[in-house]
């Protein structure tokens, strides 16, 4: 009797395998480029979550949503993190759209305010804490001190570029490589495109390639980089990340609550 019942058990679930992925209502993966904000709304009955390639897709009647939890959570509460209003405070400091500092800030503790990084960096910001000794602020203190060290440290980068790079939107791209590998490998690849006849001016395409290059010992040991192996990689990656997030904050909070007061 016991196999019998194991036996329509997994029979059941297997015809609930095959029609849940070849049935009517069976997942297609929508690209975040579809996302329509409006249609989302509309749809209040989530009645799935499935993870795919490390996005959370919600599932409603059948069709993914196009957004993963931490926008939805955006989308339905007009809140990025329960940090907004110290990120709209502290983004006048360095004039940016509170939500592209919010998006940074999520790409580096997804808003958790005591985590540690493997390398030592703390916080909401992932501050060193020899920055923020260098800063004279205890980055391990409060959320606030954390993010004001961190953007302390996000001025200190654009006086380096400032004079380095002329369009102001080109100098946000490496001051964002920069928080996250460091100047001296920005600048580092910068001396790279510059020598081999890219535009050091600008990222993508670009000085881009050439931080990606300094894991390369042909180019991390040319004689114009100054700071030797670098894995570029992950801070392309960031900046890309970054600013995805940031378009898709700007579509889920009006432009009118983006104001720092």
Not at 62 to 83: A, D, F, I, R
Not at 150 to 171: A, Q, V
Not at 198 to 223: F, H, I, R, T
Not at 230 to 251: A, M, T
Request: net charge neutral; with cysteine; aromatic share 12%.
């Amino acid at each position: 009797m016991i196999k019998k019942l194991i036996f329509l058990f997994i029979l059941l679930a297997s015809i609930l395998v095959f029609w849940t992925y070849n049935g009517s209502s069976a997942v297609k993966i929508a690209s975040h480029s579809s996302i329509d904000p409006d249609t989302i709304r509309n749809r209040i009955n989530l009645t799935a979550m499935t993870d795919f390639h490390s996005i959370d897709y919600f599932i409603y009647d059948g069709v993914p949503m196009g957004l993963n939890s931490e926008l939805l959570k955006s989308l339905n509460t007009q809140q990025v993190s329960e940090y907004d209003g110290l990120i709209r405070e502290f983004s006048v400091n360095i004039n940016w759209d509170w939500r592209l500092l919010a998006s940074l800030i999520c790409q580096e503790s997804q808003f958790k305010p005591n985590v540690r990084s493997h390398a030592g960096a703390y916080g909401l910001m992932q501050i060193m804490p020899v920055t923020g000794r260098n800063f004279g602020i205890d980055i391990t203190a409060s959320p606030e001190n954390n993010m004001k060290a961190g953007i302390l440290y996000i001025n200190w980068l654009y006086s380096i570029f400032n004079s380095k790079i002329t369009d102001k939107d080109e100098r946000l791209l490496f001051v964002l490589a920069a928080y996250n590998a460091g100047p001296g490998h920005v600048l580092d690849a910068m001396r790279l495109a510059d020598k081999n006849g890219m535009d050091p001016q600008k990222w993508n395409g670009n000085v881009a390639v050439w931080l990606l290059k300094k894991s390369e010992p042909q180019y991390y040991q040319d004689s114009v980089v100054r700071n030797g192996y670098f894995r570029g990689k992950e801070s392309v990656k960031f900046v890309s990340e970054v600013l995805d997030r940031f378009e898709h904050y700007k579509n889920i909070i009006p432009v009118e609550k983006s104001h720092p007061f």
